[in-house]
């Protein structure tokens, strides 16, 4: 197993990326070990975000939903949901932090 997080993020958007491009080289086959790597970054990035909007956390339960509560058991698929939802959230960080600039 390899160590994680060798230098915290420091912001969301960080955390974000780091999360996606974890989960987007995932190079399991099996669903299973798939979801076990999908669920760890997901439970740290959780953790990262925790201070962050109502939305940001119901897209996180919206994802570990998929992962774990009720997959589709297709590796592909989820990776492609996956990627697409960290891109959702990378996005509502970045546009936060301009909207902060700009105040």
């Known amino acids: 197993m390899?160590?994680?997080?060798?230098d915290e993020p420091k912001s969301n958007r960080e955390a974000v990326q780091f999360f996606l491009d974890e989960a987007s080289h995932c190079n399991e086959y099996d669903y299973g070990d798939a979801m076990r790597e999908w669920n760890r970054e997901l439970l740290y990035l959780r953790s990262h975000l925790k201070d962050s909007s109502p939305w940001v956390f119901q897209k996180l339960q919206q994802?570990?939903?998929y992962i774990q509560f009720a997959p589709n058991w297709d590796v592909d698929s989820t990776r492609v949901r996956i990627i697409q939802d960290a891109n959702e959230?990378?996005?509502?960080?970045?546009?936060?932090?301009?909207?902060?600039?700009?105040?």
């Open 2 to 6: 390899k160590l994680l997080y060798v």
């Open 63 to 65: 994802m570990q939903n």
């Open 89 to 103: 959230l990378k996005e509502h960080f970045i546009l936060s932090e301009m909207a902060g600039r700009a105040a």
